[in-house]
């Protein structure tokens, strides 16, 4: 694997900049950078398959690390263009690209939250089912969860009231990514949300689930006993008492023993 030369990388970026406010020609000279160090770094053996369905450049961390860093002022200065080139590379079929749109959205301002959410509502609907959906949530949000927390937790309470079943996922989804963030401090929001998942738990979506379970006892183990307690005694439904029992094995052992006769394991 070659090394990158950062100056030199720095410096084709900085020319890539020169493109912010021109969506698609910024989208033209950003595949070209991707693929030259695509190009110098990575070569895949003739008879590696590669993935038709998620096409990737297989970039040096480097390379998206200093685009996203220096991209940071400009989506600051000019949101409204931030916003159209996220809109421009968030169509790209290459998943450093993609990472990258949302890095953008990331970086926009917290006053033009209201933007940022509908691209976030709009691109995670869409990605529902997709592997790219946690990725994307994990760049886009950051800025929006820590310093526009009213607007977001405004946005959680109208998403997470839809019941649509092809919805559910990623309202899982933007619990957990709620959750992970450090910033977002409200212990009711969390308990009151997902005690209304619950009685329409289904096993398909166990593992969303087991998440948000090690999510909520890794980040307040107190209280998410005593909601786990709490819940197992109000939520008549089979699919959360045998995700639950999977979950057993993450508590200490009296909170292991209290809760499994509730679990009825």
């Given amino acids: 694997m ?6 030199k990388l720095n410096n084709e ?3 890539l900049l020169a ?3 021109r969506p698609s ?7 070209i950078l991707f693929e030259f160090y695509s190009v110098q770094v990575y070569h895949s053996g ?10 990737k450049y297989h970039l040096p961390l480097l390379v998206l690390m200093q685009c996203e860093r220096l991209i940071r ?12 080139l996220f809109d421009e590379l968030i169509t790209d079929p290459y998943v450093e690209v993609n990472s990258f749109a949302a890095s953008i959205l990331g970086c926009v301002p917290a006053a033009f939250a209201g ?10 609907i869409a990605w529902e089912r997709d592997e790219r959906l946690s990725d994307f949530l994990q760049r886009s949000t950051n800025t929006i969860i820590s310093l526009a927390n009213q607007e977001w937790q405004n946005y959680l309470d109208e998403a997470l009231s839809i019941s649509a079943e092809n919805y559910h996922r990623f309202g899982l ?4 990514i709620s959750l992970q963030n450090e910033n977002f401090e409200n212990i009711p929001f969390f308990f009151r949300h997902f005690l209304l998942f619950l009685p329409k738990a289904n096993l398909r979506f166990q593992q969303e689930y087991l998440l948000i379970f090690r999510e909520l006892y890794q980040r307040y183990p107190t209280e998410s006993v005593h909601f786990f307690e709490q819940s197992l005694s109000l939520v008549e439904n089979d699919a959360y008492f045998r995700m639950f029992r999977r979950f057993l094995p993450n508590l200490s052992e009296p909170e292991h023993s209290r809760l499994r006769e509730l679990a009825k394991a």
């Fill in 13 to 15: 970026i900085y020319e």
């Fill in 2 to 7: 070659t090394a990158v030369n950062l100056t």
């Fill in 19 to 21: 493109f912010f406010t």
């Fill in 25 to 31: 020609e910024f989208h033209q000279k950003l595949n």
């Fill in 173 to 176: 989804a933007l619990l957990t």
């Fill in 115 to 124: 933007g940022a959410i509908t691209r976030i509502n709009s691109q995670g």
């Fill in 73 to 84: 002022k400009r989506c600051h200065e000019n949101p409204e263009a931030a916003f159209r």
């Fill in 46 to 55: 003739v008879n590696i398959k590669s993935n038709a369905r998620l096409k």
